[in-house]
């Protein structure tokens, strides 16, 4: 998942039709190959296989591949990757440039993820991902807990997400049934991008992506939208 450009579109979002990215994921949904290196061949002391034409050493190849795959590489489940790409940040920042790939990297969070570069006539490299507006919903809910977090860590269950996104459920005009079936969706969803992490039962702990991934005056707007909409549904 990306960060959306902030300023982008009108002011007033339309929930329901929020476009994102997930960080790092190509949009073919392939892992990625073993970066090339410049010129005829690679140095001799970085080549990992017969044929190898690569010039980084294996750490700095495999932070660039971690993070072309996604959805983020984070120092909390992959510290040595973690250490490996602060120590070639810079040439890794240039292999991904020439994919038309931007690097993010939250130090405080200790999460990296790529974007699609800010220029308009680059193509689209990372895949696209629709939100729906429990999806977006409850995504806002877990940014807020995550920032109010005293340690940056925060563990929610489905429950506890059903119970915060309650105000919401007579907007769609459906049963019960049929928000308990959205929500499940959503629920998978999240986790199936990496924004949720199963531990035991039904709990799952916050990525702390979430702290980096939206932009702060999209998050306003809407933040602001929703509240909006909860009150009508009240």
């Not at 924004?195 to 799952?204: F, Q, T, V």
């Amino acid at each position: 998942m990306t960060e959306p450009v902030p300023g982008r579109g009108p002011a007033r979002t339309d929930p329901a039709d929020l476009r994102t990215a997930r960080p790092g994921r190509a949009a073919d949904g392939g892992a990625a190959a073993a970066p090339s290196g410049s010129g005829s061949g690679g140095e001799a002391g970085s080549r990992l296989w017969p044929g190898d034409h690569g010039t980084l050493p294996a750490a700095a190849r495999l932070a660039l591949a971690r993070l072309v795959r996604g959805p983020y590489l984070a120092a909390e489940t992959d510290a040595d990757t973690w250490r490996a790409l602060l120590a070639h940040e810079d040439v890794v920042r240039e292999r991904l440039a020439d994919q038309y790939l931007d690097l993010v990297v939250d130090g405080d969070a200790q999460v990296a993820f790529v974007r699609d570069v800010p220029a308009a006539d680059a193509p689209q490299v990372v895949r696209e991902v629709t939100l729906t507006f429990l999806d977006t919903a409850l995504l806002l809910h877990l940014r807020a807990l995550l920032l109010d977090s005293a340690d940056g860590r925060v563990a929610v269950s489905r429950d506890e997400a059903a119970d915060q996104l309650a105000v919401y459920r007579r907007r769609g005009g459906g049963s019960p049934m049929d928000f308990t079936r959205q929500l499940d969706a959503t629920w998978a969803r999240l986790i199936e991008s990496g924004m949720l992490e199963p531990l035991s039962g039904d709990r799952c702990t916050v990525s702390p992506v979430l702290r980096t991934v939206f932009g702060a005056d999209q998050v306003a707007a809407l933040s602001a939208e929703y509240a909006r909409l909860a009150k009508e549904s009240a």
